[in-house]
């Protein structure tokens, strides 16, 4: 009997709840999960009037039964089903019924993606909550969604998210496929897909872009990239991601132009700062002394006098405190607050300095350095400058400039070489595009553009973006 076969793989967990109705003396089984559906809905839309019914009613639940959602499933679909939520009902035929209980925080603001305008509201772990967000923003059937299932236990549901006419559809084929060949027990997080569609020979950088913000992901849909959104996951993958994604803030369009600029230059000035500075420092105090002037060399030589170690382990030092101490700032507890970290790192700084452990300069070289890598909230590029910022450090420290020069040239063949979905990561620079620069470090004023074919354009041929 089905319903014998269907308690037997149940037998262990007593949130499965198998409840006969007799229904003018014909037996009919309702199955569904008590932790994830409406109980009260249950009982006052669905119970109340299955016991009202006459037999004959049963063939056409449909038009008696109160629910938008419901459908005609097959036996190995139940579940399926009643694992997503659903009441199913057995009787000649099996019927589902969604009745999901809400399980989820509601919409939240925006926590790690700040920004001055623009609106607040972000993802959150409900597939439908989050796929909301973004059709209320785009109000058209263009926007297509196409849904997959993956994970072997967990069977998670995942969209594919495009926008037709704008995208290539070569794209979509590229994702889906690789999504496809995913085969793992659980996707618990859209990280897990992540892992799996980025390339594996990034060189740190992230070709990947993940975010919290709705706003953010109609911006890239709209460029004609594909989103994907995970049901429990509170962000949703963009890509193709290119380089210059990075210094480009959903604040850049809400502002003047000429103001965009000036903070992109700030940004690209950061993103060196952060990888070179500190090579630069142990590069002129270690092997090139005739790139400063001697007053200068020599105010940084009296610094290091009471230091016992070599420049490089003195960074090394200094870096491995920093990262402690922001990753203890990360994992603290909101009621503590910062202070702790604060109070910490004015603390050991000034003790380190006072011991001459740590000279003062390296100390303001490190801060500067670190800070300027703070710039970016995408905590995949924090990292890759992280570990590209220790290349050069390696790379002064035993060549001096010609090291750290062969560092930045490895740095731009590796960059220039990557590719996303096939797409060039340097894009619009590599190969040039004289059409996408509008929107690069420096923003130009849209002039005339009122909108844009969607059937043809430049971007769907080459490959590029906005």
């Known amino acids: 009997m089905l319903i014998d076969k269907l308690k037997e793989k149940t037998i262990h967990s007593s949130d499965y709840i198998y409840k006969p109705i007799t229904i003018d003396r014909k037996k009919v089984w309702v199955i569904f999960n008590e932790v994830l559906v409406s109980t009260s809905d249950c009982s006052d839309f669905i119970l ?15 038009n008696v039964l109160p629910d938008c959602n419901l459908k ?51 993802f959150s772990e409900t597939f439908n909550t989050n796929l909301g967000l973004i059709r209320r923003r785009i109000k058209s059937t ?29 794209l979509i084929e590229q994702v889906k496929l690789k999504l496809s060949t995913i085969d793992i027990d659980g996707i618990l997080d859209s990280t897990y897909l992540k892992e799996n569609l980025e390339s594996k020979n990034s060189s740190f950088f992230p070709t990947i872009m993940t975010t919290e913000r709705p706003d953010k992901v109609c911006m890239a849909l709209l460029e004609g990239k594909v989103a994907v959104v995970v049901d429990t996951s509170p962000y949703v993958l963009i890509m193709p991601n290119f380089f210059i994604d990075f210094f480009h803030t959903v604040d850049d369009y809400y502002q003047k132009p000429i103001n965009i600029s000036f903070i992109r230059i700030i940004r690209l000035i950061a993103f060196f700062i952060a990888i070179f500075i500190p090579a630069f420092y142990i590069m002129v105090t270690t092997h090139n002394h005739d790139l400063i002037s001697l007053d200068l060399l020599l105010s940084l030589k009296a610094q290091r006098e009471s230091v016992p170690f070599p ?54 070289v490190v801060a500067i350095s670190a800070i300027s890598g703070l710039v970016f909230n995408s905590i995949e590029l924090v990292s890759a400058i992280r570990w590209w910022r220790l290349i050069m450090i390696f790379l002064a420290a035993f060549f001096g400039l010609e090291g750290v020069i062969i ?16 797409r060039h990561y340097l894009a619009p620079f590599i190969p040039f595009n004289r059409k996408e620069m509008k929107d690069t470090f420096l923003k130009e004023e849209n002039k005339g553009e009122k909108y844009r074919n969607p059937l043809l354009t430049d971007n769907l041929k080459r490959g590029h973006f906005r």
């Open 142 to 170: 263009q926007l297509e969604c196409r849904d997959l299932e993956i994970g072997r236990i967990t069977k998670t549901r995942v969209g594919i998210l495009s926008i037709k006419g704008i995208v290539d559809e070569d």
């Open 311 to 364: 420049a490089i382990i003195e960074a090394i030092l200094m870096m491995i405190s920093f990262e402690i101490l922001r990753e203890s700032d990360i994992r603290m507890s909101s009621t503590s607050g910062n202070a702790v970290s604060i109070l910490g790192g004015l603390i050991l700084g000034d003790a380190a300095v006072s011991a001459g452990i740590i000279s003062p300069i390296m100390i303001i």
């Open 72 to 122: 005609e499933i097959k036996e190995n679909e139940i579940f399926n089903y009643v694992n997503n939520g659903f009441l199913v009902i057995i009787t000649n035929k099996i019927t589902a019924i969604e009745m999901r209980a809400n399980l989820d925080r509601g919409i939240a603001t925006v926590e790690s993606e700040l920004s001055i305008k623009g609106s607040k509201d972000a």
């Open 407 to 422: 560092g930045l040239i490895i740095l731009l063949i590796r960059l220039a070489t990557l590719k996303c979905f096939g």
């Open 48 to 62: 109340e009037n299955l016991i009202t019914l006459k037999r004959k009613e049963l063939r056409h639940l449909e």
